[in-house]
Nanobody, 123 residues
């Protein structure tokens, strides 16, 4: 399966920005739908976005207009630009790869997961 490594997490004040990156290796990156998930303490893991190989992206309502996911198939990377961050965005963020999925995705659609990167937003 494809191997995924996230980076770019950190601590920021409300209203600030962070850019997360996910680097993929192994099987052909362009064959996968790439997802961003997050999990806050004592909360279920929830989808943030999914991006298809051609660039079409879906977002959960709470991040629309603030987050932008993008992918570069030539570099085997997917990024998540997060603006206007809120304390409720605090979570561990994961990138994930699925051979096929639809919106809204099921967690079980994703066969590969990164290790996660912590995002902390203070008020």
């Amino acid at each position: 399966q494809v191997q995924l490594v996230e980076s770019g997490g950190g601590a920021v004040q409300a209203g600030g920005s962070l850019r997360l990156s996910c680097a993929a290796s192994g099987r052909t990156f362009s064959n996968y739908v790439m997802g961003w998930y997050r999990q806050a303490p004592e909360k279920e893991r929830e989808v943030v976005s999914i991006t298809y190989s051609g660039g079409r992206t879906y977002y959960r309502d709470s991040v629309k207009g603030r987050f932008t996911a993008s992918r570069d198939n030539s570099k085997n990377t997917v990024d998540l630009q997060m603006n206007s961050l809120k304390p409720e965005d605090t979570a561990v963020y994961y990138c994930a790869a699925a051979r096929t999925t639809r919106w809204p995705p099921e967690r079980s659609d994703f066969e590969s997961w990164g290790q996660g990167t912590q995002v902390t937003v203070s008020s």
